[in-house]
C-alpha cells in the first residue's frame, strides 16, 4: 500500500511521522505532496517520505490520499489532481466543513473517509472522529482507523453531520481546556503565587485529575463529591458555578461553535 499525504504542513506532518515512528508503513510507502518548493526542501531533510511538488508524478501511483490542506485551497487542488484519479483510490480528508459529497463530486469518487482530528495529535495524544461513504468497505474503514489510531484514541460516527459536533466538542476542545486552566493560573497569581508555581498548580492538577478519572469507573458528578467536603472549599466553588450557571455558559458555547461549523460547512 502507497500513501500520498496531500500537503506539509502541521497536521500533514503529523500523520507522516507518526505512521512511521508507529511502523505501520515504511518510508518507502509514503509520499508526501507540497506545493511550495521550500517547504517541500524542509520535508526533504526530515527523510520521512518522498516528497513531490507536483501532483501528476504522484497521485496515480497511490492507493490512500490523504487531504490535510486548509478547505480554502481544496477547490484549486480539485482541479489540479481530478484527472489523475481511479476509482479504487481512498480518500481520507482532514478538512473542515468540507462535506463527503464535495470530495466525491469534485474529484469523481465514491470512496471518501471525513475524519476530525484535534491539536494533541501531535503528541500522539489526540481525539480522532471518522466517518465514511458506503462505498469504503470494511477492509480499507479498518485500515484507515489503524491509521489514525497512531495519533491517539478514534472515534467512528455513521452520521456525517456528527462531525461537525466533534469539531465543537474534541476539535475546539483543547483550546476550552487551555482557557480554563489560564483563567486558574491569573486567580493564583492574584492569590499571591509567582506565574510559574501558578502554572505547575494547574498544570500538575489537571494532569492529574484527568489521570484519576481514566483509572477509575467514578464519572465526574462522583468524582467533585469525592472532592467537596459538606462546608468545604471545594462545595463553595462549585456552588458559585452553579449560581453563575457555568454549565450553561460552557453548553451554550459549544452550541455557538457546532453553529459555526455548520455554517463554514455550507460555504464549502
Known amino acids: ?49 518522498e516528497i513531490f511538488n507536483d501532483s501528476s508524478t504522484c497521485i496515480q501511483s497511490a492507493d490512500l490520499i490523504i487531504l490535510a490542506v486548509k478547505p480554502q485551497d481544496f477547490v484549486q487542488l480539485m482541479g489540479s489532481i481530478a484527472k489523475d484519479v481511479n476509482p479504487n483510490q481512498v480518500f481520507l480528508s482532514i478538512m473542515a466543513g468540507v462535506k463527503m459529497a464535495t470530495i466525491c463530486e469534485g474529484l ?10 484535534n491539536l494533541p495529535a501531535q503528541i500522539g495524544q489526540g481525539m480522532t ?35 461537525d459536533a466533534v469539531t465543537a466538542v474534541s476539535g475546539s476542545g483543547p483550546a476550552y481546556v487551555y482557557y480554563f486552566m489560564d483563567a486558574m493560573v491569573i486567580s493564583a497569581m492574584q492569590m499571591g503565587f509567582k506565574k510559574s508555581e501558578a502554572e505547575l498548580l494547574v498544570m500538575q492538577t489537571f494532569s492529574g485529575a484527568i489521570s484519576l478519572y481514566q483509572q477509575s469507573e467514578l464519572n465526574c458528578d462522583e468524582w467533585i463529591q469525592r472532592v467537596a467536603s459538606k462546608g468545604g472549599t471545594t462545595e463553595a466553588a462549585i456552588a458559585s458555578f452553579n449560581q ?22 455550507k460555504t464549502m
Open 244 to 265: 453563575n450557571k457555568l454549565n450553561d455558559i460552557i453548553s451554550n458555547s459549544l452550541m455557538k461553535a457546532l453553529d459555526r461549523a455548520v455554517e463554514l460547512g
Open 129 to 163: 472522529a471518522f466517518t465514511a461513504t458506503d462505498a469504503i468497505s470494511r477492509q480499507e474503514q479498518a485500515m484507515v482507523q489503524n491509521l489514525l489510531s497512531t495519533t491517539g484514541k478514534t472515534l467512528y460516527v455513521e452520521k456525517e453531520e456528527l462531525i
Open 108 to 117: 469523481n469518487s465514491s470512496k471518501v473517509i471525513r475524519a476530525m482530528p
Open 1 to 49: 500500500m502507497k500513501i500520498l499525504i496531500v500537503g506539509g504542513g502541521n497536521m500533514g506532518l503529523t500523520y507522516a511521522k507518526a505512521f512511521i515512528n508507529s511502523h505501520v508503513v515504511t518510508r518507502n510507502q509514503l509520499m508526501i505532496l507540497e506545493k511550495t518548493v521550500s517547504k517541500g526542501e524542509e520535508l526533504k531533510q526530515l527523510n520521512l517520505a
